[in-house]
């Protein structure tokens, strides 16, 4: 199975300085929700991982974080989307944990659980961490300007150009996948006949 991976603050919801601590403070970016639905709708399983250190910071607590992601999913169900699963990681990064973003324990877990196929599978996320995480575990890896990625995305071009692709937000990022499955669909098919 592939699916396509997301990032959560910066991509679907706004970035705070502060972390996102709570509901009130949760809010989606402009065509967030309806480009997960899209992804639904194409057959795509959605997969949100995130580091949530500020739970760990205690800034926020587990349960907290739990509450804003029931309500992120329902929010994104009254849309017509679906996200199957998602994965934190409390831990900060003086904690060194596998699971934690540069490094890919997130993905090869859902990959485990779940049996995803990583190599055809795509992470969008909005931060350099983002698209180490995904390069360490052979998914594809698109960074989108909405979040970090605004201050982000030279410094990756300069360290990895030829293994990311820019969007300018998640809807422009799905755009560019289901075109690009479309095509390969095509192709195959023709192969085929």
Partial sequence: ????????????????????????????????????????QAGWPVIVITNQAAINRRLTSAS??????????????SCGGRIARVYFCPHRPDEHCSCRKPRP????????????????SYLIGDAISDVQAAQAANVKAYMVLTGRGKCQHLELLDQARDSVSLA??????VDDILGIESAQRGQDEHTLT
């Fill in 1 to 40: 199975m592939k699916v396509v991976f997301l990032d959560r603050d910066g991509v679907i919801c706004y970035n705070r300085d502060d972390h996102v601590k709570n509901w009130d403070e949760f809010k989606f970016i402009d065509g967030a929700k309806e480009a997960i639905a899209r992804l639904t």
């Fill in 168 to 173: 300018s937000n998640l809807w422009q990022a």
């Fill in 64 to 77: 907290a974080v739990d509450d804003i992601h029931h309500r992120m999913i329902a929010e994104v169900e």
């Fill in 105 to 120: 324990g997130m993905l090869f877990q859902a990959a485990n659980e779940l049996g995803i196929d990583l190599q055809d």
